[in-house]
Every structure is written in C-alpha cells, then in structure tokens.
C-alpha cells in the first residue's frame, strides 16, 4: 500500500528556490520588476489551474488573463493572433510546459522576461491508462527538498522537470502538489514586483493553507471505503489515485482524445466485475460516449469526476476547491465511503 503523503515543510521549502522563474529576454513592453507604473501586474495563464494560483495569489495586485476560454478543451486550444499579442505584452505569464503544445510555442518566442512554467515547481512523474496505489513512489516525502536541491539554475530546473519526458502534467488534481506549485508561484510573483511581495506571501501562505485543508478531507474521506477502484474516461487522476491509495483505470490515455481499444474495453469490464465498481466517471470537456457505454454494457451507473481544465456553467462548483469538494463526494459515493 501506498503511505498517504501529507505536506511537509521541506517538501514546500524545497519547492521555493528560485529555479523558478524562466529568465528570458525581455520584452520591450514589460513593466515588470515592481511594475513601476504603480498599476496591476499583467498576468497571462494557459488555462484554468494556473488563472486559478495568478488571482489567489496575485489577488487586487494583478490582472489576469487567461489563453483558454470556458468550456474549451485545453489540450486543444490553438492560439489566435490576439492571444499571441497579448502574450508578448504580459509582465509575467504562468503555464504548465506538455499540456499545450501551442502555448509552449508562443511562450518560448514571447520574449518576456518573467516566464514560470508550474511543472518546475513540484516532480513530475510517469503515469499510464492504470494508476495504482501499490504503484507508489516511496520517499515521496522528500522529494521537495531534492527537487530544491537541484536547482542551482534556472534554465536547468525546467529542462530537468518541465520537460520529463512522459511526465503526467496533471498535477493540480493532486493537493499536495498543487501547494507546492502555489509556494513557487507566490515567491516568482513576489520577485516579479518585489514592491508587494508581503502579500504575494500573505496569499499563497492563505492559499497553501486551503490546499492542506483539502488534502486532510481526502484522506479522510476516502481512508475507509468498499473498493478502491474506479473508472474514468480521461486518465488524468494518477496523482490523485497515489496520493490517497487508490486505483485508477482509465479508458483513454493521458490525452482525453484517445480512443480505446475492443481490447481496453474488455479489460475495463474484467475490472470492473473483479474489483466491484460501481460507477464509470467522466467529465464535462470531453465527450462521455465511450464511458456511458462501457456503464451500460457492464450495468453501471455514470457520475461526473472533474479533471478541472476548465470551470463552465456545467461545473459542480465555480472553482478549483468547490469542483473539488465535489470530486470528493463522488468518490466518496462511487468507492462505497464508510
């Protein structure tokens, strides 16, 4: 079994030297570096779990904008020329490297001088269709204070991390990870306009707070349960799965744009009969053919489990911690909660 990792001081400290932020260039039209006009810093995020950490974070200090607008599939997303613009004006822009090709793109040519990519700040790791909880990463525990340790430069730490290959880029479903990007945001933010840095610091310490909160109810709520197993249309809770010991079974891949095989999809009914499931899981983005089907065929019911790439009128709470409160009451109901 997979020891339940909480978040350690030293995992967030490790978590905080400033490999953070991608120096490039910079632009001419960047007012960063205390935003010397005396106006909102200019935050440009990829999609939704990093707009999230910008407005936390950045609070009345900053005005954010997102590239992928509601209810757009990131993985998706292709940059019109507006966004291209908007991003080569941005004082500081906050992405997840492999999750957007086109963004990774636009980014590396954007010449702005505070670029953070979230994949630098936590440890990334390789996930397939099946995550399990006796698949678990011991020593985990201290895995912010070698990541820490590795930075000694900036440049380094994203090619070291943000581009591991076939590392699983869904690290906000996991909060513990989630905080330990929060920490590195709030301390790139604080060196990006230094002049507010104390309450860059005041919000991503609120912030952590909330995302340690969350990870003690899902250890809770999920320690006593009928079966450990559920299904989902979209691979994209491996994190979670290890962090609180269970086993994910996905039809498609990593990608939400895989199609199974006849093959998966046997295999999916054998597990779903051995291990007792209850419930196939899709979600909002992407189409939930595949997995209604499978439920029919093997006499399940469906639920929604939110991989929260986005927030749309059809979300189950209107952000990152009222979505997943909601995760956690359909697993709760799924796994059979005790």
């Given at each position: 079994m997979n020891v339940r990792r909480r978040i350690s001081t030293a995992a967030l400290a490790g978590t905080t030297v400033l490999g953070l932020v991608t120096l490039s260039a910079c632009s001419g039209t960047s007012s960063?570096?205390?935003?010397?006009?005396?106006?909102?810093?200019?935050?440009?995020?990829?999609?939704?779990?990093?707009?999230?950490?910008?407005?936390?974070?950045?609070?009345?200090?900053?005005?954010?904008?997102?590239?992928?607008?509601?209810?757009?599939?990131?993985?998706?997303?292709?940059?019109?020329?507006?966004?291209?613009?908007?991003?080569?004006?941005?004082?500081?822009?906050?992405?997840?490297?492999?999750?957007?090709?086109?963004?990774?793109?636009?980014?590396?040519?954007?010449?702005?001088?505070?670029?953070?990519?979230?994949?630098?700040?936590?440890?990334?790791?390789?996930?397939?269709?099946?995550?399990?909880?006796?698949?678990?990463?011991?020593?985990?525990e201290h895995a912010g204070e070698e990541h820490g340790a590795g930075h000694e430069g900036e440049d380094q730490a994203g090619e070291e991390h943000g581009a591991e290959a076939g590392g699983d880029p869904h690290i906000w479903l996991d909060p513990v990870k989630y905080a330990e990007v929060a920490q590195g945001v709030g301390d790139s933010l604080a060196k990006a306009d230094p002049d507010r840095a104390a309450d860059y610091r005041k919000n991503t310490e609120a912030l952590v707070g909330k995302l340690k909160a969350?990870?003690?109810?899902?250890?809770?709520?999920?320690?006593?349960?009928?079966?450990?197993?559920?299904?989902?249309?979209?691979?994209?809770?491996?994190?979670?799965?290890?962090?609180?010991?269970?086993?994910?079974?996905?039809?498609?891949?990593?990608?939400?744009?895989?199609?199974?095989?006849?093959?998966?999809?046997?295999?999916?009914?054998?597990?779903?009969?051995?291990?007792?499931v209850s419930t196939v899981f899709f979600e909002t983005l992407a189409s939930d053919r595949t997995a209604k089907t499978l439920a029919k065929d093997t006499g399940l019911r469906t639920d929604v489990l939110d991989p929260l790439e986005g927030i749309t009128d059809k979300s189950r709470g209107d952000d990152y911690l009222a979505v997943m409160e909601s995760n956690l009451a359909a697993l709760q109901k799924a796994l059979g909660a005790k």
């Open positions: 960063a570096d205390g935003d010397e006009g005396g106006g909102k810093l200019d935050v440009v995020a990829s999609f939704y779990p990093m707009q999230f950490l910008a407005e936390q974070i950045g609070g009345d200090h900053v005005e954010v904008t997102t590239l992928t607008r509601p209810g757009v599939e990131p993985h998706d997303l292709e940059l019109q020329p507006r966004q291209a613009s908007e991003l080569r004006r941005a004082d500081y822009i906050l992405y997840l490297k492999g999750v957007q090709p086109a963004v990774d793109e636009a980014i590396a040519q954007s010449g702005v001088k505070h670029v953070v990519d979230a994949a630098t700040l936590t440890k990334l790791e390789s996930h397939g269709a099946d995550v399990g909880h006796d698949h678990g990463h011991e020593g985990e969350l990870d003690t109810e899902f250890a809770d709520g999920l320690r006593n349960t009928t079966t450990r197993t559920f299904i989902t249309a979209h691979s994209a809770f491996g994190y979670l799965a290890e962090r609180y010991g269970l086993d994910q079974h996905g039809i498609a891949g990593i990608g939400p744009e895989s199609e199974p095989s006849p093959a998966r999809i046997k295999e999916l009914q054998s597990v779903a009969k051995q291990e007792k």
